[in-house]
C-alpha cells in the first residue's frame, strides 16, 4: 500500500513539475492550430480583411492567408518536435492527464471554427434577407456533363466543412470516446436525445456528418445515438433554425423547426427500433445470381469502414503519441471518404438529372420533390432559398415538402451510413419514412 502511495504521488509530483518547455510548446501548439483553422476559414469566408485579392463563390483569397497559415502550419509542427522530444524522459502514466486537457481543447477549436464557418454566413443571410444557393446552377452547364459539374460546385462548396468533419472523425476514432463513451453508446430514445444534443452545436450537412459517424459507430456510438446525431446536424443545429424563423413565412419556419425535431428523435429511434425487430425476424437470403452478387458488393462496401483497424498498435497516452495518431488516421480517412463522397454525389446527380422537368403546385410535382429532395446532397441551409424560390413562384406543396427532406439526409449520406452501421434495412427505411414524410406535409400545405 505504502508503494502504491508512493507510486501516485510521484506521478502527481511528475505533472506538476513538467519542465515548463513542455507547458509551453503544449500552448504553442494549440495556438498554432488556431491560427491555421484561422487562415482557412477566411480564406472560405472573407470576413476578418477589408480587401481580398480573389472572390468567388467558393473562396476569398489574399496573401495574408498564405503567411497565416505557414506560421500556423510551421508552429505546429516545431511544437510537436519538442513535445515527442520531452515525453522521452517522462513516463506516459503522468502525462495522460494532458491527453485529455488536449482533446477538448481541439475538440473547441474545431466546433468553434465550424460555428465561425456557419456564422459569418447565417449573419449575412440575416441581413440580407435571403441565402444563396447558386451552385446548383453549375454555371450554366446542360446535358449529361451537369451531373459532374454539379458534383464539382457542390464539393467546393462543402470543402471546408468536409475538412472539419474529416478532421473530427480522426479525433473521434482516436481518443475523443475514450472519454464521451457513457454518451455514444447509449441506446433507446437516451441514445436518440443524447445524439440530438451532439448535433445542436454542429452545422453540419447531412454529408459531412455522415463522413464523422463511421469513427463514432467503430468506437461504439449505438445506431439511435449515429442517425439522430447525422439527422440533427442539419435539422436542429441552432444556426439553421433561427434562419428558418427569420426568413420564412411563419407557418413554413414552424414547419421547419417541427420537422427538424420530429425526424430527429422520435423518427430515428422508431428506425432502429424497427430496423433491430426486423433483423431479429427469419432472416431472408437473396436468391439467384444478381441478389447474391449485390450482397456481396454490400459486404465489401460495408467492410471498407471497419476503420478501427486504423488504431491497431497506435498509442495515444501521451500528446506527442495521441497528435501522431491523430494526423495518421486522419489522413487515411480523407483518403477514403473524399473519394466516396465525391462518387455518391456524381451519382445523386445524375439520378436527379433522369427526373421529370414539369413542375407544378399538385400532387405529382410533391411527388417528385419527396423523392428527388431525399436523394440530393446540398449544404446546410440551402432548404431555405429554395424553399423560398418555390414559394415565390407559387408552388406551396413542393416548397413545404423540401423543407422537410432536404437537410436530413442524402443519397451519399445513406450509403455511408448503410457502410458504417453495417444495417442497411435501417438506412433504407430511414429514406423512405424522410420521403413519405415529406410527400405528407407537401400535400398538406397543397
Partial sequence: MQA???L??????????MPASYQWSMGGFVISLAMALLALVDFRRGFLLDHYAWTTLYFSFSPWHIALLAVGLLGAFA???????SEVKQSSGALDRYVKVLTFVIFGLFVTDLFAYRGVAAARAAEAGQLSAGWMNAYGVTGWLKPLALAVSYQLTVWHATFLGIMLAGLALTVLPRYLKPLLTRSGLGGSLFGAAFALPQPFCSCCASVVTPSLVRQGASSQFALAFVVGSPMLNLTALILAAVLLPPPYALLRITAGLALTIPVTYGVVWVASRWQSSPGWSPRGRVGQVFLS??????????????????????????IASWFSVTKRLALLLVPT?????LVT???????????????PSVAIAAVAGTLLMVSTWTEIPVAQQMLQAGFSGPAATLLVVL????????????????????????????????????????
Fill in 79 to 85: 511544437s510537436y518536435r519538442v513535445l515527442r522530444a
Fill in 349 to 363: 446527380s445524375a439520378i436527379i438529372q433522369m427526373l421529370p422537368s414539369a413542375f407544378g403546385n399538385n400532387l
Fill in 407 to 446: 437537410p436530413p439526409v442524402s443519397l451519399p449520406c445513406l450509403m455511408l451510413l448503410g457502410g458504417a452501421l453495417a444495417n442497411l434495412r435501417a438506412v433504407a427505411l430511414l429514406g423512405l419514412t424522410v420521403a413519405a414524410l415529406g410527400a405528407v406535409v407537401g400535400v398538406a400545405f397543397l
Fill in 297 to 322: 458488393w454490400m459486404n465489401g462496401y460495408c467492410q471498407l469502414f471497419h476503420v478501427e483497424e486504423m488504431m491497431k498498435e497506435r498509442r495515444t497516452d501521451t500528446p506527442a503519441a495521441f
Fill in 8 to 17: 501516485h504521488g510521484g506521478d502527481a509530483c511528475q505533472i506538476g513539475q
Fill in 4 to 6: 502504491e502511495i508512493s
Fill in 341 to 345: 463522397l465525391f462518387i455518391l454525389s
